[in-house]
């Protein structure tokens, strides 16, 4: 658009001869790349501003766009699995450092123009897109609940808004974007995997099933520390205690808070968990 006799000059020409107004101010900018490539209609590679608010919301969008200098090639790759997530993160930083220092700082400065709507007065409770995404898939677990517990206060309607947005974006993500590795589900059967865990992993799923039977919980926060407490009496690193919880359960070495995992099955499958834990 920009090299000598190309669209900007034709148009700037019928601007001052048949307008006869003064065109807008010329500069350069670099290309929007998709995966790396840039963004063209005849490579097929093309994305609308329709499409990009179909799987992030409007806000992030213009993010996207304002946190690159205008001479720098943005790349977004959509089909790679961390390149969501991390937008809602670098969105909910410079978020914090709107609200933190103001026009003082220039990651507050690129939140403030990425606003479609007028700003809130002060900072909101944002859930992180990746706990949304995980917590989101076991049904038992009340999100909101859950993240007033995070807040450690209960969730404004406002910040009830936020949630359900990213509820409604993570699931895309996960439908369409999102790696095996992110998608959690109580597996039916013992997972092979289990058949590694040590004799002290072992105990400690015994006694994590014996602390279910005796104790009632109606809180994931409360569980996970309870949880917590029982590692400290056993000769195990907690890293080693919960990974062999999501193996025996997931079949991974990661997941979601596992006190809102353990929570779920208690609320909707305790037999079960109750038989998995004891299996090893």
């Known amino acids: 658009h920009m090299t000598k006799g190309g669209s900007h000059d034709v148009a700037k020409t019928i601007v001052k001869r048949v307008f006869k107004e003064k065109p807008p101010f010329k500069f350069t900018h670099e290309f929007l790349l998709i995966g790396g490539a840039k963004m063209s209609s005849s490579k097929g590679n093309a994305i609308s501003a329709v499409d990009l608010v179909s799987i992030v919301p409007p806000e992030l969008a ?55 709507n007028e700003l809130s ?26 993240f007033s517990s995070e807040k450690k206060s209960s969730l404004t309607k406002e910040e009830k808004e936020i949630l359900k947005e990213r509820v409604k ?12 590795k992110e998608k959690f589900e109580i597996k039916k059967e013992l997972p092979e995997g289990a058949k590694g865990l040590s004799d002290s992993q072992k105990k400690f799923l015994h006694s994590v099933a014996d602390l279910i039977e005796k104790q009632s919980f109606d809180n994931g926060e409360k569980l996970q ?28 070495k990661h997941g979601p808070k596992m006190g809102w995992v353990l929570l779920d099955l208690i609320q909707s499958k305790q037999v079960f968990l109750l038989k998995r834990l004891r299996a090893v």
């Open 121 to 146: 007065k002060k900072l909101l409770f944002t859930p992180r897109f990746r706990q949304v995404a995980g917590l989101m898939q076991m049904p038992s677990i009340d999100l909101v609940e859950y």
């Open 62 to 116: 213009r993010f996207l766009l304002a946190r690159v200098p205008y001479r720098k090639a943005i790349n977004f790759d959509p089909s790679l699995n961390n390149t969501i997530p991390d937008l809602f993160d670098e969105y909910d930083k410079t978020g914090r450092e709107w609200y933190k220092n103001g026009l003082k700082s220039d990651l507050g400065i690129i939140f403030l123009y990425s606003q479609i």
């Open 169 to 180: 974006y993570a699931k895309i993500w996960l439908e369409n974007y999102a790696d095996e």
């Open 225 to 252: 520390f309870e949880v917590f407490e029982l590692v400290k009496t056993m000769k195990l690193a907690s890293s080693e205690a919960f990974q062999a919880l999501y193996i025996v359960l997931m079949d991974k």
